[in-house]
């Protein structure tokens, strides 16, 4: 069995920058079989790891053709090396690990995507599998939130998801005070109350930061979807990614290998209390 | 032969235990038993019998252990010791892999070199402790490759507590005072020798040798009686159910206050406890800078790292750490592994430096939850009953 600990060297064959603090890796295995082996399905995270400094859990934000595409914020020791990385640098990579987004058994239904912030990312690759598969599913609505405009990344890729047939994109600012078009003042939650999807037969899947998914569910709830279908990618501290080290628990959960996606009534009585 | 005539009780006398720990030198890389270091029992590496912590007794409190001597020719009526196997299984440092640098850099892993280990003086509590280790390293759905080599050479040599110090409760955990399962060879302590049963074939070998006669009913019966009076002296924790339900009983903040105003948060407890497994990993780099190192290092839910998160914790405070220590231990283990995470050792209680005793907390946590607590029965007159 492969030692699940050792990482793949990967190449850096792009940084994108985004918007300040945030770039876009695309990484590309530097061994031929790794790189055909590699599979990955939306809503899984990699090990990723700097020469001499560390190693952290990044989601994976797409792979196109053989390159894995990281976006990264620069919070940390760690992440604040690696969006500084140029194309031509190494690092290391394990994975993917943990589970996906429930796009299978979803056939029919209105999609819901929620994310706030960096959480887009996550749920990136969902959304475009999703739209390429367009006809196996019913509306597809799109809410993020920001704090300012320009914290949002892609744009044009929001843009663009709204000429999709049947596909409702809205976006919300938190800490703007002029009107921008297409644009709501508040939240990520603001947008629940404009966005139009069957309460009956939906999924909604959604990523950002505690306090946003809990007051996203609280509404949802309200409106009466089935906590059943809503599914939220949660975040902890990984240090292994197989469930052995500890750190992600919340409550009897392993985030890393029985998540980080989880159907709300699973994780409920956590999320409500805080400092579990 | 069968089955149970295989495992009849042996009889091995005082003067012949010598010859048992050749056999076990002879069979093993190493036989690591408990010697007295620093004025505590702890295990090591023997070299000879005479390192055995013959005539010592221990006796525990909660934020106390100490030795005193009796005088007496036993070999283990030493109950605790500072730590259980977990250390030589789990180690609390070790290296995954390495990273050379320059043009063919490359990942590569550490290789383990376990050596087979004849493991004296496992009592009921360390192998229930090993027991939780195997769920969470070996039958989790990932193999820690590690933990297995070290694991699968291991030979226990289990003794059965004849006393209970005033910080065990393994009976409440049903784990002890008796071992039942886990061992190769299992010891009760007589004045005169030790009745034996002989578990595996691996122990059947390593003694045949020593060609031992059955032990007498007497030996039998006098061993019967140790275990319960070991039995009798232990403490109570609420029942297995009612930790279980502990996680979803609606406990507001200031239960949890009450102990972490008393909670030093300093992870003596989880460093002692026979079953923590949490580990951080460690990255190495030497002034050269040719070649790093990437390992583990055990890790404590109360150490402000463990719940780091993108500049912020999950357990901020003195309140959330323990409550995140004591419901995994003794409620979240439920669903994570079908059983508490607690064998019932007492260490966290007697290495508490401020003395919190995790099993009065808990009686006391399941009656503010509205159970009826099972009544602690207080230090039942302690070790010198033995």
Known sequence: ?276 | MTEKTRQLPLFLPRELFPELFACLQKNFDRVVGPIVHQHAVVYQELESLAQLPQGFRDTTEAGQYRLYTTGSFRLFDCVSSAQGIKPWLFLPEEPLWQLSTGVDASFESIPVDALSTAWVGARACDLAGLNLLDKHFLHNGCVDERYQKRREKLFVVAVNCHRSLATCFCASTADGPEVSAGFDLLLDELNQGFVLVAATDKARSAIAALELSPATAAQIAAADVGREQARKQQRVMPSPHKLAELQSANLSVEHWQEVAERCLTCGNCTAVCPSCFCFRATDDTPITGEQHQHGRQWDSCFSDSHSYIVGSQVHKTAEHKYRQWLLHKLSYWFGQYGRSGCSGCGRCISWCPAGIDLVAEANRLCSDAGGDAESVRGDNGGPYDG
Request: aromatic share 8%.
């Open chain 1, 1 to 276: 069995m492969a030692d699940p600990w050792l990482p793949m060297l990967a190449e850096v064959i792009e940084n994108q920058p985004e918007v300040p603090g945030v770039a876009t890796l695309a990484l590309r295995l530097v061994d031929d079989q790794q790189r055909q082996e590699y599979r990955f399905q939306w809503g899984q995270f990699n090990m990723l790891y700097l020469k001499g400094v560390g190693e952290i859990p990044i989601s994976i934000m797409d792979c196109e053709g053989d390159h894995i595409l990281h976006t990264i914020r620069a919070v940390g020791r760690v992440s604040n090396r690696m969006v500084e990385l140029q194309s031509g640098d190494h690092m290391g990579l394990r994975g993917p690990f943990g589970n996906h987004w429930p796009l299978e058994g979803t056939e029919q239904r209105d999609l819901v995507f929620i994310t706030a912030g960096l959480g887009c990312a996550p749920v990136l690759a969902a959304i475009r599998q999703a739209i390429l598969q367009r006809q196996r599913f019913n509306r597809i609505v799109i809410l993020q939130g920001v704090k300012h405009r320009h914290d949002l990344l892609w744009e044009t890729q929001y843009q663009a998801w709204r000429d999709v047939p049947d596909c409702q994109v809205l976006l919300a600012a938190s800490e703007e005070h002029a009107h921008i078009p297409h644009w709501s003042m508040g939240m990520v939650t603001v947008l629940l109350e404009q966005a139009e999807f069957d309460i009956n037969h939906c999924t909604v899947m959604m990523c950002g930061p505690e306090p946003m998914l809990r007051a996203s569910m609280q509404k949802l709830l309200e409106m009466g979807v089935d906590p059943q279908h809503c599914f939220l990618s949660l975040e902890r501290n990984m240090q292994c990614g197989f469930g052995h080290c500890g750190h992600c628990q919340m409550g009897d959960q392993f985030l890393c290998r029985q998540g980080p996606i989880f159907p709300y009534s699973r994780i409920q009585r956590w999320l409500e209390t805080r400092g579990i």
